[in-house]
């Protein structure tokens, strides 16, 4: 079974460009989530698709950033414009739904300079 | 808000024991996990516990007290391989996010 990919691996911006992440789930998993590690900070939460529907999106941090899952399956993130303090490592992680645990990707590494 | 503690760094050598606490503070309980990232590598899925005890699997263990908002993790017969940074996570809700720690990096020495 292949796992949680993402895609770049490394993204390398000047602030005010934009960026799409892509994540493509574990087949058959409607959960899907995305996370961000900022330098020195703990992962936190970003938002939570349920199929193509936003389950939660409290933590997405200003309207610069938009996710969408059309379909239900892959999803992506674009920031635009991107800002200095977006860069970090964005995880995307899934589950089936009432599964115990989130299988996670490699994240991609997002430097904006 | 959501308060995750965990050690920042421990040392250990091949071969014996050590145990990672992680307390936590949280508006709701649906579960504890633990997860080990290698760096640039996804954090993988270790265990999870949701009922008071201890869970087993190899050479991992996990414990939880919900009363004293608690867990640690055991890991047994130390392999360099074990390098690695470990996340507590805590769930408040089922089938929803998890709330992370700042993670304890852990460095195995022969």
């Not at chain 1, 005010?16 to 058959?28: A, E, F, H, Y």
């Not at chain 2, 809700?93 to 304890?104: E, Q």
């Amino acid at each position: 079974e292949a796992g949680v990919t993402q895609f770049p691996s490394h993204s390398v911006i000047e602030k005010g460009q934009t960026v799409t992440l892509r994540c493509d789930p574990i087949s058959g998993h409607d959960n899907l989530y995305w996370y961000r590690r900022v330098m020195g900070k703990e992962i936190k939460f970003l938002l939570h698709f349920v199929k193509e529907s936003k389950q939660d999106e409290s933590g997405m941090p200003n309207n610069r950033f938009l996710a969408e899952r059309t379909g239900g399956t892959y999803s992506t993130l674009k920031v635009q414009p991107a800002e200095l303090e977006d860069s970090g490592v964005y995880f995307c992680a899934s589950s089936q739904e009432e599964s115990y645990e989130q299988y996670f990707g490699p994240g991609t590494r997002l430097t904006v300079t | 808000g959501q308060n995750i503690d965990q050690p920042t760094e421990m040392t250990a050598t091949e071969g014996a024991i050590v145990q990672i606490n992680c307390t936590y503070q949280t508006s709701g309980f649906n579960g504890l996990f633990w997860y080990q990232q290698h760096a640039g590598e996804a954090p993988t899925f270790l265990s999870y516990n949701v009922l008071d005890g201890l869970e087993e699997k190899g050479r991992f263990s996990s414990f939880l007290s919900r009363s004293k908002g608690y867990s640690y993790l055991l890991l047994k017969e130390l392999q360099m391989k074990d390098s690695a940074s470990y996340l507590c996570a805590v769930r408040d809700r089922p089938g929803y996010a998890l709330n992370f720690g700042k993670g304890t990096s852990l460095l195995v020495t022969p």
